[in-house]
């Protein structure tokens, strides 16, 4: 089953990658195609000790529903977290008042944990540094509006922790 | 009209890619510096590859565009997550007007 | 004409970052704009297939993006490991 799921995405990958068919002629190109099914068969069976050990999550069709409700959210916040940063680096006084604080998550698989802090990176004013096995996660913040955990964590989080948790969990 | 939404998407992009850098010059220590040319310039980037894909219409160039910006979203804000770890490791201090540090604290007090 | 101005604001990224690399007061720092280097240099690729319409330069910008990553990830593991100041 784990093999079968990891052939299927490193096919997958292959096929973005090297994009053997071509739309204009509708013409396929049968030699690429071949060496991608050879490629992906090879790394299935080498590397499937490093895969996820519960493949049966991909196939729920209910987390990729919250996928795309989590792009337009996650886009929204880019652009405001760009914005703000543009204004902070422009202003001749460069109103930056940066520290780093702690907040606690719920989150508890991996891949939950790594979406969770690259989606801190890339929004407002804050960044991800160090995370501990018990759950915390230290976070650098451009603008430190209050220093408490709880408080930090609701500002913070909480927003994402709520779509993510529906996704990876 | 495709190839005109491209090009402003473009340009956008290459305005974020711009402003992200001069952060990267202007801010005072390396914190801040990761957050404003990670954001920026993540963003910038995909904003131009986006660019590329609209004026493009489909393709394989549109394709690989995609692929390239997926790789960029997941592999930028890890790569700065490494770098501030590592410096913070290595000791490098925080800008004089910082407010707290959690991180250092904590360590002190496992030491 | 266009592509001309895209390429020099590409261009003036990369001097901006080749500034905080030469001048960086700390290795983080250097780091930090070699990895912002390498992204920009994905722009160039992009603009470039654009412009000739040869979708081989897109290979280059996803090759180029995951081996600078790499280099990145080693540098920081170097940083976290050993602790060197300037």
Same mark, same amino acid.
């Given at each position: ?13 292959? %096929?973005?990658?090297? %994009? ?9 190109? %049968? ?34 529903? %919250? ?103 | ?111 | ?86």
């Amino acid at each position: 089953m784990r093999r079968l799921t990891l052939f299927l995405i490193s096919f997958l990958t292959w %096929w973005l990658l090297t %994009w053997p068919y071509d739309f204009s002629s509708g013409q396929m190109d %049968w030699q690429s195609f071949a060496l991608g099914i050879f490629a992906a068969g090879l790394v299935s069976l080498l590397f499937v000790s490093i895969f996820t050990k519960s493949p049966h999550k991909l196939f729920i069709l209910k987390r990729y529903l %919250w996928f795309l409700y989590y792009i337009p959210v996650f886009f929204y916040y880019c652009v405001k977290a760009n914005l703000d940063v543009v204004y902070r680096v422009l202003h001749p006084k460069m109103p930056i008042n940066p520290g780093i604080v702690k907040v606690r998550t719920k989150l508890k698989s991996e891949s939950a944990i790594t979406a969770l802090c690259n989606s801190i990176t890339l929004t407002p004013g804050t960044l991800s540094v160090d995370l501990t096995d018990d759950g915390y996660i230290y976070i650098h913040w451009i603008n430190v509006t209050s220093q408490d955990t709880k408080k930090a964590t609701e500002e913070i989080v909480t927003k994402f922790e709520k779509i993510l948790e529906r996704i990876f969990e | 009209m495709s190839s005109l939404i491209g090009l402003i998407l473009m340009g956008i992009g290459l305005l974020f890619d711009l402003f992200g850098c001069i952060g990267l010059v202007r801010l005072p220590d390396v914190y801040n510096r990761l957050q404003a040319a990670t954001k920026c310039v993540t963003l910038g980037t995909c904003f131009l590859l986006s660019g590329v894909m609209v004026s493009e219409g489909v393709s394989a160039l549109s394709v690989k565009a995609l692929v390239c910006m997926i790789f960029i979203l997941i592999i930028s804000p890890t790569a700065a997550h490494a770098i501030a770890r590592g410096a913070h490791l290595s000791g490098v201090k925080l800008w004089e007007g910082s407010v707290c540090d959690k991180y250092a604290e904590d360590r002190e007090g496992k030491k | 004409m266009l592509y001309n101005v895209f390429f020099g604001i590409l261009l003036t990224c990369s001097f901006l970052c080749l500034y905080r690399v030469g001048r960086g007061p700390t290795a983080p720092d250097r780091t930090v704009a070699i990895d912002i280097l390498g992204i920009v240099v994905v722009g160039f690729c992009a603009v470039l297939s654009l412009m000739t319409g040869k979708d081989f330069y897109m290979n280059v910008a996803i090759a180029w993006a995951l081996l600078s990553f790499i280099g990145t990830l080693a540098l920081a593991k170097h940083l976290a490991g050993r602790g060197f100041d300037e």
